[in-house]
């Protein structure tokens, strides 16, 4: 039998849910030392948390996070709450000896993320960050290509990750599924929120990130704010690009907006090497578009792999070949080898330590599209 893992939630939205989905099914198809017991669940209001953990199948609820790390019958804490949170709760949570799965961006700033790692480090507790894309399985098989050296040379790396949801400037910013237009709440837009992604992604695909120069846009300025009930300055960035050189001689060139009509969550990346390309496309999340330069003649060009064989990476795990997963299978899979790190005692990438890289860029970023010029990662 699988040992107990009992799991502690903190905030039960968009990411309570992806979370709670995957911790209900990891046994059911992964085979695991260790099993997720969802033992309680904390937000602020008595009756919705109640709602969620009677529906979800919680054991109980908590209405103070505090109260949640001072029970011994939790294991591990899962921190599922906008980005203003993530240091205190994490650094709480270090203390009370709790394994830590934090939702990403890591924190607000890589200040915030550094304390949280030492506190990590400084209590040995076990830590991931749930950069979820790493996990889906054609993102997996790409990794997989990359390190066999089958691309060779690696000379661009292009992400995007386009949405259109704020275009309105009736939309008001704070509150309740709004916090992401709040700096408070969010500390940075599209930055920390949709480039945090993409610069995992890449960091751990082709290695890291040295300099970068940056452009951002606020196009609303002003909002009103759902806490305050007044019109406000809007402090986040709607939109940004930005160039980069990776350590490996590589360029990168990477844009997110949330003003790009028509388009929901269109997170791409396309990798240029020496002997071939990958790309990969979010909306198609299933395929892994190839284009191999040593296939000779007039068969030579991209061809488009369905990434549902068992060979392909977790795939063994769920249906039958040609058969497709989602959105929620990367969720699952990044638990699964969390569970599986935890029966191992090794840790499982990526850590706090290896999201307070990304966070490094994303300050990086900020910095350099508020000056002007190229700025370097802080190393
Ligand atoms: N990995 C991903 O792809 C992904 C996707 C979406 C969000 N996220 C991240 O997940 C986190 C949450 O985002 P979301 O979309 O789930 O947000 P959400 O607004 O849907 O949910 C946030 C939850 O936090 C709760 N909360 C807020 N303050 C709290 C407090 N003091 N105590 C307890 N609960 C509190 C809210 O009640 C709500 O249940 C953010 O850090 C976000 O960046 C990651």
Redesign the pocket.
């Known amino acids: 039998m699988p040992k107990p893992l009992n799991i502690g939630m903190?905030?039960?939205?968009?990411?309570?849910?992806?979370h709670t989905n995957a911790y209900r099914k990891v046994n059911n198809f992964f085979d695991l030392e260790y099993r997720p017991v969802l033992k309680a669940v904390?937000?602020?209001?008595n009756d919705?948390a109640k709602a969620f953990a009677d529906k979800w199948g919680y054991e109980s609820i908590e209405?103070?996070?505090k109260k949640l790390l001072a029970r011994k019958d939790i294991d591990a804490v899962d921190?599922?709450?906008?980005?203003n949170?993530?240091r205190e709760i994490a650094i709480a949570a270090a203390e009370a000896g709790k394994t830590i799965l934090c939702?990403?961006?890591l924190a607000m700033n890589s200040e915030e993320g550094e304390a949280m790692c030492k506190a990590v480090e400084k209590a040995k507790v076990p830590n991931i960050v749930?950069?979820?894309?790493r996990r889906v399985p054609a993102v997996m098989f790409a990794k997989q290509i990359i390190d066999s050296g089958k691309l060779g040379k690696i000379f661009h790396y292009r992400a995007n990750f386009l949405q259109d949801w704020t275009i309105s400037a009736d939309l008001p910013q704070g509150g309740?599924?709004l916090?992401?237009l709040d700096v408070a709440a969010?500390g940075s837009g599209v930055t920390?929120?949709l480039l945090a992604?993409c610069i995992d992604t890449a960091i751990w695909l082709n290695g890291g990130i040295s300099n970068v120069t940056a452009m951002t846009e606020t196009f609303i300025k002003e909002r009103k704010h759902n806490l305050t009930g007044k019109v406000e300055k809007v402090g986040i960035d709607d939109a940004c690009a930005f160039l980069c050189h990776f350590s490996n001689g590589s360029l990168g060139l990477f844009e997110s907006t949330r003003y790009a009509r028509g388009h929901k969550a269109l997170y791409t990346f396309e990798i240029n090497g020496e002997k071939a390309s990958i790309k990969w496309d979010l909306h198609d999340l299933h395929r892994l578009q190839w284009f191999d330069h040593r296939t000779e003649g007039p068969l030579r060009g991209w061809s488009s792999v369905h990434v549902t064989d068992g060979e392909h990476p977790y795939m063994g795990k769920w249906w039958v070949p040609g058969l497709a997963i989602g959105y929620e299978h990367s969720?699952v899979h990044q638990v699964a080898d969390f569970l599986d790190g935890l029966a191992k005692g090794q840790p499982v990438s990526p850590t706090f330590r290896d999201a307070l890289e990304t966070q490094k860029v994303c300050d990086a970023v900020l910095t350099s599209a508020k000056s002007g010029e190229w700025t370097n990662v802080d190393s």
């Open positions: 903190i905030g039960y939205g968009f990411m309570g849910r992806a904390c937000a602020r209001d919705k209405t103070d996070w921190i599922c709450t906008p980005n949170l993530h939702e990403k961006p749930w950069y979820n894309y309740a599924g916090w992401r969010a920390g929120d992604h969720f």
